[in-house]
């Protein structure tokens, strides 16, 4: 599967002042991450510097070259931002959810293919894999150690719990 070169990264919310700032709700692991990235682009392709990044709470505040007017700013709002898969810094290891959707499910000792990963939820303490079987069941992994044996290039390899994809677990 071909990775796409640009990722949404956050979401233009509000303005902030009179000098063209703009309030975003990031859409990363981390608001931190916007103070390590130097250009953002709208879908058009539109490019911006940025400068002045502010977190504030769960939100970020920064500024966009030539967004030099609360006006401007305006109608940049409920606009996404994307960045350069390259720019977004990630950890060792970690892996992109958009990467993630679509990659098979498959038994990490055995090879058995379980289904493919449908959807990634991500309530407060750990992100829940929603793997979709080939009888069209949906069944929730979570994304621990104990369950998630490793992610590779071919698939999302998984140490099952006996009976788990036998209709026994719980469906979304």
Request: proline share 5%; hydrophobic share 45%; net charge negative.
């Amino acid at each position: 599967m071909e990775k796409k070169a640009f990722l949404e990264i956050a979401k233009i919310i509000n303005t902030h002042g009179v000098r063209g700032a703009v309030k975003l709700d990031p859409w990363c692991d981390s608001p931190q991450t916007l103070k390590k990235i130097k250009t953002l682009y709208l879908e058009n392709g539109t490019a911006f510097d940025v400068s002045d990044v502010k977190i504030m709470g769960a939100f970020v505040v920064l500024s966009l070259s030539g967004v030099t007017t609360v006006e401007d700013a305006v109608r940049l709002k409920n606009k996404i931002l994307l960045a350069k898969r390259e720019d977004i810094p990630i950890e060792k290891g970690a892996h992109f959810i958009c990467d993630l959707i679509g990659m098979p499910v498959v038994d990490a000792v055995t090879g058995k293919h379980y289904g493919t990963l449908d959807e990634v939820m991500q309530p407060a303490l750990q992100e829940i894999y929603v793997v979709k079987t080939e009888s069209g069941a949906r069944v929730m992994l979570p994304n621990v150690p104990a369950f998630i044996a490793g992610i590779d290039d071919e698939a999302i390899r998984i140490t099952p719990i006996e009976g788990f994809f036998d209709g026994e677990a719980a469906e979304v």
